[in-house]
């Protein structure tokens, strides 16, 4: 219905079974709260709330954890500036 909702914090598990074709990632950070970094954490959010058929994912951050759950999930990364002080920053897009 082109709408977008802000509802709070997510849970690890989909309870609503939908999947997204948008991700903005703007977790705390790995100082705050490392557990959302970690690799399998970040498979598993992706596995539960991503489409599989087609999806794109934006982050401020560039951590080699994300990436290399990125590309496990299929993801292509496209490699982009960061912002303020960050060199780096993720986006990457998934296309079946």
């Known amino acids: 219905n082109n709408s ?3 509802s709070g914090a997510l849970e690890i598990q989909n309870n609503s079974k939908e999947k997204f074709n948008g991700i903005l990632y703007d977790a705390f950070s790995g ?6 970094w970690q690799q399998d954490y970040l498979i ?3 596995q539960n709330y991503c489409d599989p058929k087609s999806c794109s994912f934006a982050t401020y951050a560039a951590t080699g954890n994300l990436k290399r759950a990125l590309k496990t999930e299929g993801f292509v990364l496209d490699k982009k500036s960061g912002f303020g002080i960050k060199r780096e920053s993720t986006f990457a897009i998934r296309n079946f």
Request: charged share 25%; proline share 0%; no cysteine.
């Open 44 to 46: 598993h959010f992706l």
């Open 31 to 36: 100082g705050t709260d490392q557990d959302l």
């Open 4 to 6: 977008l909702e802000l």
